[in-house]
T-cell receptor
């Protein structure tokens, strides 16, 4: 069965600092991989997705992620954090068919001024 | 284009009661998936409907059921509510059965007392 591990349930950075949120997946076949963001009392918003095209994926709000098959990782980065980036971030994996997503436990990002 | 809408947004029920939640997908989307989000278990896939048929189901008891109508609107029902059913229930819609672009609604917050 596929699974997703997000290292660090809580990450704190200063405004302007690099954001790095870690995600490792287990899959025997090339998966679909996603990063979603959730703001308080809201649903999930898709940040970016990997679907076996380019390994470096650019998303919205300046975020990007790199698919590394050898490390089974899909870490999310942003060069310079903004206060508005404070939210909960979820990494997810999906099988080739169907829409079921398997989510990691989430990482709460705090940004201080 | 209107996003995914979920009604009601908030709901309080008593143990033993049943509840029905509604999800209206983005116009033209034919696939609807449901997820349960709790602090302890995180985001878990409930089921997926496409063309009025359940295509996939997560590991939840039979008290959790759903259906999809010909206009792609979907409902999920939970019978004999338990305290542990308190959660944010999210639905997501997509054009087809591929997982590469799902749009989430704001969720229904269910509290069971």
């Amino acid at each position: 069965a596929q699974s997703v591990t997000q290292l660090g349930s809580h990450v704190s950075v200063s405004e302007g600092a690099l954001v790095l949120l870690r995600c490792n997946y287990s899959s025997s076949v090339p998966p679909y991989l996603f990063w979603y963001v959730q703001y308080p009392n809201q649903g999930l918003q898709l940040l970016l997705k990997y679907t076996s095209a380019a390994t470096l994926v650019k998303g919205i709000n300046g975020f990007e992620a790199e698919f590394k098959k050898s490390e089974t990782s899909f870490h999310l980065t942003k060069p310079s954090a903004h206060m508005s980036d404070a939210a909960e971030y979820f990494c997810a994996v999906a099988e080739q068919a169907g829409t079921a997503l398997i989510f990691g436990k989430g990482t709460t990002l705090s940004v201080s001024s | 284009k209107a996003g995914v809408t979920q009604t009601p947004r908030y709901l309080i029920k008593t143990r033993g009661q049943q509840v029905t939640l509604s999800c209206s997908p983005i116009s033209g989307h034919r696939s609807v998936s449901w997820y349960q989000q709790t602090p302890g278990q995180g985001l878990q896939f409930l089921f997926e409907y496409f063309s009025e048929t359940q295509r996939n189901k997560g590991n939840f008891p039979g008290r959790f059921s759903g259906r999809q109508f010909s206009n792609s609107r979907s409902e999920m029902n939970v019978s004999t509510l338990e305290l542990g059913d308190s959660a944010l229930y999210l639905c997501a819609s997509s054009l087809s059965r591929t997982p590469d672009e799902q749009y989430f609604g704001p969720g229904t917050r269910l509290t069971v007392t």
